[in-house]
């Protein structure tokens, strides 16, 4: 078998080069060593597979119809073998990725990686984060509860107030002036063709510039302290990865198995009891859209859309701006305080919205 | 075994130059010439003048006097091996990479129109483009741009509202067409009986009249009629919102997603809303049947901008 295999091996090698491929991906020195604050990359790779495989599952079951939207979710969670399993591991896959995508973003702000030249992998990288937004946005609706229905009702209401393209932008993505059918068939082609297409794309031109450009390295160390250090890609680093992702596989599936999804209500216009709310990663933002300053037209512009706008702008031109090529966080204060500041105010807001539920019951 | 760069080359009259570059074929994956540096001139000497190859040195069956006969290496007319994507040849070809050149094809030479064979590419990409911008415009906006749907819809009786100044739900199923698929959604509105002083504040420019999409009125709320309906959605981002006891206001509506409030008259209270709360088309028959035209506004702007 060894003999078969070795010779299908050389087959392949022989005619695409298989063997200087495989050396040319696992032998990427990695600068002073590998680490796990490395391992956040190769774990959204692994969270994005899954939810591809988790998705790909879901659809041999789902319907796509305001009809049978939620008639078919909940078939999933209670008629189909682990079915249960497969949608909670698709839903709580999705939370993990935007908690990895903030610590990778962390890591890589904090660690200065993202000056020269690294500036084309760090502008493809905020476009990936506004798709693994988007996809928590669109597949959200999806099962088509009260709770996707709400959130989206809202979500689409906010879009609306874009300046100048909004009203157009509200209307596509509902496919009429009022949520209904159309707006689900949007939202699932969205979700599973344009955005995962998108993805793709973008992911492999991610790993491509960041291949061109090199790995970063330890902020510190002298050339000769981080030559001592530097090793491949495989083993260490890959084996640090493969635990992170082994890790990251077991949290999600310990929360399917804890919290499985359970659905509210089948969509309908009227709330009823329920409190309209949207994800838990989209928290801090309702709540910014709670104040009093950021009522009204103008306020609600500002904070949904302005707002957001302007940081992820201002996090784009990051590079341009910053130039100083010291890349030590603590000879950073600004960038470290500016970090400290806009996690801080995301717990705050979101802890807030919290503790807002129980004022409203 | 192959003629390495800077081997010696020797002609049948003793040394004459050394190797300055190879050239490769493309087709054969094989050495076709040797680039050879005599007296500062690089000249082109093909392998069928090689009689043999050592370690660092390239015996030549010329003299050198024929060598100097040979054409002049001319570099623009050659590619360096990296530039040009050609499998396998550096697996055939042991010489450094960058020193290995590669004809240019005869038919490459004679392309003198370069850049106007690069804008005619891209032309014609536009041109395949273009006139696929409109129909494919047309085909996703579709159901965007739905006429206003004006019909009178029934959503219960007044016998419903037992007391005055109090916000009521009322819900009716409405049967919507998306494209081929009819449905009957829930929705919801809310009926409040006004006493006179109240209903001053709700109407406080008089009768109250409803526009289609061209302007033409299609219902007046006469300002006497007790009944006035305010439709379910927030009027600041879309959400349903209810009739609550709030714990210095009393009675409100309040809407739970951005805690707005608004009292019996539909007026902001507290909260981000930017306007208050839509009053609805409202007609109530002999036999105290409500019906209303259920109109969408847009949520989150200051005047109210007709959706649907």
């Known amino acids: 078998m060894n003999a078969l295999a070795q010779k299908v091996y050389d087959f392949v090698d022989e005619r695409i080069g298989l063997k200087t491929l495989e050396a040319k991906m696992m032998n990427e020195p990695i600068k002073g060593g590998s680490r796990w604050a490395y391992v956040f990359g190769s774990v959204l790779l692994f969270i994005f597979i899954m939810q591809a495989v988790t998705g790909v599952l879901l659809m041999f079951y789902y319907i796509p119809s305001a009809d049978h939207a939620y008639a078919s979710t909940q078939y999933i969670l209670n008629e189909v073998d682990y079915g249960w399993f497969i949608l909670s591991y698709h839903f709580w896959g999705s939370s993990a990725m935007v908690v990895v995508v903030f610590a990778h973003m962390s890591q890589v702000f904090l660690w200065g990686a993202y000056k020269k030249p690294r500036e084309m992998v760090w502008l493809v990288g905020l476009a990936l984060f506004g798709l693994v937004m988007a996809f928590g946005f669109t597949g959200y609706l999806l099962p088509w509860d009260q709770r996707a229905y709400w959130a989206t009702t809202v979500g689409v209401e906010i879009m609306d107030k874009t300046p100048i393209v909004g009203d157009f932008l509200a209307r596509f993505l509902k496919g009429g002036p009022t949520p209904g059918q159309m707006t689900l068939s949007r939202f699932f082609v969205i979700h599973v063709m344009v955005l995962p297409a998108a993805l793709m794309g973008l992911a492999g031109l991610h790993l491509f510039f960041f291949r061109s450009a090199g790995p970063a390295g330890p902020f510190r160390g002298t050339t000769e302290e981080l030559k001592a250090k530097t090793d491949f890609f495989f083993p260490r680093q890959v084996w640090k990865d493969i635990i992170a992702m082994a890790t990251v596989f077991l949290a999600i599936s310990a929360l399917a198995l804890v919290e499985p999804v359970e659905l509210l209500q089948e969509a309908t216009p009227d709330p009823g009891d329920y409190h309209p709310e949207p994800e838990w990663y989209f928290l801090f933002l309702f709540q910014l859209l709670r104040w009093r300053i950021f009522s009204g037209e103008f306020g609600q512009s500002l904070a949904a859309i302005v707002l957001p706008a302007l940081f992820m702008l201002l996090l784009a031109a990051l590079p341009f701006i910053d130039r100083n090529p010291e890349r030590n966080i603590f000879k950073r204060p600004i960038a470290l305080v500016s970090w400290a500041v806009v996690m801080i105010g995301i717990v705050v807001l979101t802890i807030s919205a919290i503790l807002n539920r129980e004022y409203l019951d | ?308």
């Not at chain 2, 040979?70 to 960058?98: T, Y």
């Not at chain 2, 004679?110 to 696929?132: D, K, W």
């Open chain 2, 1 to 308: 075994m192959q003629p390495q760069i800077k081997s010696k080359v020797r002609c049948t009259d003793g040394v004459a130059g050394e190797v300055a570059h190879v050239i490769a074929d493309p087709i054969a994956l094989d050495l076709s010439h040797l680039v050879v540096r005599v007296n500062g001139t690089e000249r082109q000497v093909p392998m069928t003048a090689v009689s043999k190859t050592r370690e660092d040195s390239v015996d030549l069956l010329c003299t050198s006097a024929q060598l100097a006969e040979f054409p002049v290496f001319a570099r623009e007319d050659f590619l360096s091996s990296k530039e040009v994507e050609i499998p396998h040849l550096e697996e055939k070809i042991r010489v450094e990479p960058g020193q290995v050149f590669v004809p240019i094809p005869d038919l490459e030479k004679s392309v003198p129109r370069r850049r106007f064979f690069a804008g005619f590419t891209n032309l014609l990409a536009v041109l395949i483009g273009l006139p696929l911008i409109w129909p494919v415009l047309r085909f996703i906006t579709k159901p965007m741009y739905a006429p206003f749907d004006n019909r009178w819809w029934k959503v219960g009786n007044i016998s419903k509202i037992k007391q005055d100044n109090v916000g009521v739900q009322f819900i009716f199923k409405k049967s919507i067409k998306d494209s081929v698929l009819t449905r009957e959604d829930d929705k919801s509105n809310w009926v409040v009986k006004a006493t006179p002083e109240i209903l001053k504040n709700i109407y406080t420019h008089g009768d109250l009249s409803f526009f289609d999409k061209n302007g033409n009125v299609i219902w007046v709320n006469k300002a006497t009629v007790p009944y006035v309906a305010y439709s379910g959605k927030c009027p600041h981002l879309g959400c349903g919102y209810k009739w609550r006891s709030h714990k210095t206001r009393g009675q409100v509506f309040l809407c739970p997603c951005h805690l707005s409030i608004y009292d019996v008259t539909g007026k902001v209270l507290d909260g981000p809303a930017p306007r208050a709360l839509d009053l609805l088309p409202i007609k109530v028959s002999a036999s105290g049947e409500i019906e209303v035209i259920d109109i969408e506004y847009k949520a989150g702007t200051r005047q109210q901008d007709r959706i649907a």
